[in-house]
């Protein structure tokens, strides 16, 4: 039974004459089995060695330049949809696209052709370009040329003295120009915490998050006098999208980088044109579709005054040869509701516009300011006066406007900083401070010392004014990534540092600090005491920091006098209409009274006014 189903048994049988056949397998029923076999083996045979169809390609040279044409233009088609480089010489994805097309091209030829490369080796793809595909051929050398040349005009080490002109630095007076801020403009969030608390939010919203989701791609601006980040949600995924596109997404996050509130903005017509849209909604296809031409940076979702909101796309422009000296030429926005675009100057865009400019940029044109002072080969070899920035930024609210901030170092890598720079992210305007002190890098290690015990990760800092004093101030985040703590350090003497669960709290300690460290004195009181007496007209009570606190008007006077229960007790018998006599210091909302003096038997004169001798 084996042998019998064996591959070499039906050869055998299929060779041996038929009688043969019959004779060693003495069934008749069986002779028919294997003859059907054998006809089927052979039908398949025959059926192998038929010749195959060909494909029919066109023969003259206009149709196959045709099908090449067609064809090329179908990759490119496609390449561009998926890709959208700008048709630009400025741009290096330009010189990629087209590059692919010449590519695409000669493929296309060699196959609509027929070539076979023989025992000529390459030089026969070089006999058919030469014959076939000249033009294509010259066009991609051409390429090939203008982006070489185009490099090596745009390189620093032939344009130092260019690079450092890019950008414009201001050298400033840090206690005069840097004011102090109250606590409800400092952001107390880096962005992971901002994103943090935005995911959060949507994790609340029962309606929303099946689907929702938040993207994650948030940007800080200043909203109404206040630093916020602003997001817009995105679809969970692609059948989510299919079945909201037609409203569009309804909603976007905001949150207060100060006060850590998150609100979710419910919109009256949903965003149709987003980061998370497929095919020609998609916020990159359709302002590429808009502009074929722009070299787009970083896209910024940001909202204008009326929390409308907007992309806001800045385009590229270089001015150092072909594609040096990276800067801002125009500003696109678009309105992420209906689609609509406009295009601004830069010098000409909208006051609410706060990041035309990315961080990133506006750090290296520092770093081209800072290191090209005596020309590149200074800033490779001997560095003398090379200036750069430190590893990482953050972001100030001034002026209404978003401020990038950064330290500045030498570049032989210590650990102190020279000073620091801010930067405009809407203007561009730069200013630099020469401030000695510590690094960001030591000043969060310092934070961090205080509160090893909770493990607790600081932020990268901001640069206050703290009372005159330039000071970082740092966030310390749990594992969770939750803020609990704050720091300030002060950036000339990193060992003074101070911790808060609360940002007043931090800074009531803070300057405990620099008073008691000899950073700061007590001013002098140079106010002049004043007398008065009166009877007593008005009288109300209010607790300050925990301490009850009288405010008395006296007859004949419009000020009020602020008297502390703790250092005048008897100030709890005083009422409506008894005279008093005090002594005081003039302030801004109430005078600070210094001594106080019940007169009996008052004879109801007004109050009098003497100045101390």
Excluded at 361 to 386: A, M, R
Excluded at 551 to 571: A, K
Aim: with cysteine; proline share 3%; charged share 20%.
């Amino acid at each position: 039974g084996r042998a019998l189903a064996g591959p070499a048994f039906f050869h055998r049988i299929l060779m041996v004459p038929r009688p043969v056949m019959v004779a060693f397998s003495g069934q008749i029923g069986y002779t028919k089995g294997i003859h059907s076999i054998r006809q089927r083996l052979k039908g398949d045979f025959l059926m192998s060695q038929a010749p195959k169809k060909k494909l029919h390609l066109p023969r003259s040279k206009g149709g196959k330049i045709v099908f090449n044409l067609v064809i090329t233009l179908i990759v490119g088609f496609v390449y561009f949809y998926l890709t959208l480089p700008a048709i630009n010489l400025q741009s290096s994805d330009f010189y990629v696209f087209v590059g692919l097309l010449c590519l695409v091209y000669l493929l296309s030829a060699l196959v609509s052709s027929g070539f076979q490369m023989e025992n000529g080796g390459p030089k026969e793809y070089f006999r058919f370009i030469k014959a076939q595909c000249l033009p294509v051929g010259i066009l991609f050398a051409l390429l090939l040329v203008v982006a070489l040349v185009g490099t090596v005009i745009s390189m620093p080490i032939f344009r130092a003295g260019a690079y450092r002109e890019l950008l414009q630095v201001e050298t400033g007076d840090f206690a005069a120009e840097i004011a102090e801020i109250s606590f409800n403009e400092i952001p107390t969030l880096d962005r992971d915490s901002a994103d943090f608390l935005g995911d959060r939010q949507m994790g609340t919203l029962s309606d929303m998050v099946s689907q929702f989701e938040y993207s994650n791609d948030s940007t800080q601006i200043n909203y109404q006098g206040r630093p916020v980040r602003v997001a817009p949600i995105a679809y969970a995924d692609l059948i989510k999208w299919f079945t909201n596109r037609s409203n569009g997404i309804p909603a976007y996050i905001r949150i207060n980088m100060a006060t850590q509130t998150t609100e979710l903005v419910k919109l009256e017509e949903g965003m149709k044109y987003t980061n998370s849209e497929y095919f020609n909604r998609n916020i990159y296809r359709h302002l590429r579709f808009a502009h074929p031409t722009y070299i787009y940076g970083g896209l910024s979702f940001e909202i204008d005054d009326s929390g409308v909101p907007y992309w806001v796309a800045p385009v590229k422009k270089y001015n150092i040869g072909l594609f040096g000296g990276e800067t801002v030429g125009k500003v696109v926005l678009c309105n992420a509701i209906t689609g609509d675009t406009k295009t601004y100057d830069i010098d000409k865009a909208p006051s609410w516009i706060d990041r035309a400019y990315a961080a990133d940029l506006l750090v290296e044109l520092f770093d081209y300011y800072g290191t090209l002072k005596h020309g590149f080969i200074n800033s490779v070899l001997s560095q003398k006066d090379c200036l750069e920035t430190t590893d990482g930024y953050n972001y100030l609210a001034l002026d209404d406007d978003v401020w990038m901030y950064t330290g500045v170092t030498s570049v032989n890598g210590d650990q102190s900083n020279v000073g620091f720079m801010l930067s405009n992210q809407r203007t561009m305007e730069t200013k630099y401070y020469k401030v000695e002190g510590a690094t960001e890098a030591s000043a969060m290690s310092s934070a961090e010392g205080q509160v090893q015990n909770l493990k607790y990760v600081a932020t990268f800092p901001l640069l206050l004014n703290i009372s005159d004093e330039p000071t970082y101030f740092i966030a310390l985040k749990d594992d969770a990534g939750l803020v609990k703590k704050y720091a300030m350090v002060n950036v000339q003497k990193y060992q003074i540092v101070a911790i808060g669960d609360s940002v007043s709290q931090c800074e009531e300690n803070y300057l405990e600090l620099l008073f008691s460290n000899g950073v700061k004195e007590a001013e002098k009181d140079t106010r002049q005491v004043k007398k008065i007496s009166g009877k007593i007209t008005k009288i109300a009570q209010a607790v300050i920091e925990g301490t009850s606190h009288y405010y008395l008007m006296v007859e004949g006077s419009d000020d009020i006098f602020d008297i502390s229960v703790v250092d005048y007790i008897d100030v709890v018998r005083c009422e409506v209409g008894q005279e008093v006599r005090m002594e005081y210091k003039e302030d801004e909302k109430a005078n600070a009274v210094l001594s106080l003096e019940t007169i009996q038997g008052s004879g109801g004169a007004p109050a009098v006014k003497q100045d101390e001798e």
